[in-house]
């Protein structure tokens, strides 16, 4: 059995604010420990249930803030930018299950540093389904016919999954109080925590669908301002919503509407705000 592990930072155990995820910041040493071991606890719990493959694919900023040298043994790891489907890199078909860690919720919803890919995005839809990080990572994985089994974050994208998924399995690490401060287990606790539903949530993987994504969806990002719609205009195909700060783009499926998606927020972030 094969399982693919989306490992993002902002959800994970004890991190409540941006000096722990800014790998220019005085906490982001110590966070990627703790990300690394919060990791390996998923990874133990997977093998003990008979996961003879875990792949992990680092899915936060620039990609590369899992330690391997201190990564689980018979894990794989994928590592670094610039890669074709960024959060779900390498997701496909051969994997019996799919688990997001360090996760949180989508932006403009409460949560600890809550957002979507990018702080100038103020929602995605799909269709008219609005989703965040998790919901457009889980219709990639539906697409494969692979289900989202668990969670892990704190306990806004707990909530945020389970109205997504049902019967989804959720480990709530933290607790927010803002966007920027949690009420959290230690890492230990966490980990006991993590490694008790990494096991429940692979015994009851056959109770879990595959979050089916729609034929021929339509991508809209709602900008929080006209000159980041108008960058990720400049994307061929694309049309600015009149009156709106959305960007819309009609794609083949949801595989390149997530492409898409990652071309907008990256020309969006050239926006000058001076």
């Not at 860690?101 to 919803?109: E, K, N, V």
């Not at 108008?230 to 949801?254: C, F, Q, S």
Request: proline share 4%; aromatic share 8%; hydrophobic share 40%.
């Amino acid at each position: 059995m094969k399982l693919f592990l989306s490992v993002d930072m902002e959800g994970i155990t004890g991190l409540p604010d941006y000096t722990y995820v800014d790998s220019s910041e005085l906490n982001y040493d110590r966070a990627r420990r703790i990300m690394t071991e919060e990791t390996n606890y998923v990874i133990e719990a997977a093998r003990k249930s008979g996961c003879e493959e875990v792949l992990v694919n680092d899915s936060h900023s620039k990609m590369n803030n899992l330690l391997i040298d201190q990564l689980h043994p018979e894990a794989q790891l994928i590592t670094g930018d610039v890669k074709p489907l960024s959060m779900v890199q390498s997701l496909d078909d051969s994997y019996a299950g799919a688990m997001f860690i360090g996760y949180h919720a989508r932006a403009g919803q409460r949560g600890v540093m809550s957002h979507s890919m990018i702080f100038g995005v103020r929602n995605f839809y799909i269709n008219d389904v609005e989703v965040g990080e998790l919901g457009f990572n889980a219709y990639v994985a539906g697409y494969y016919g692979v289900p989202v089994l668990l969670v892990a974050g704190d306990n806004c994208a707990a909530k945020e999954a389970e109205g997504l998924i049902p019967n989804i399995t959720t480990a709530v690490v933290k607790e927010t109080i803002s966007r920027s401060s949690v009420k959290s287990l230690t890492p230990v606790k966490a980990g006991e925590l993590i490694q008790e539903k990494v096991t429940a949530a692979l015994k009851k993987r056959n109770l879990v669908k595959p979050l089916t994504p729609p034929d021929n969806p339509v991508l809209r990002i709602e900008f929080n301002n006209y000159g980041q719609a108008e960058w990720a205009n400049l994307m061929p195909k694309t049309e600015i919503e009149p009156g709106t700060t959305i960007v819309k783009y009609k794609a083949k499926d949801i595989i390149e509407a997530y492409q898409a998606m990652i071309v907008m927020t990256e020309l969006a972030m050239h926006t000058s705000f001076s």
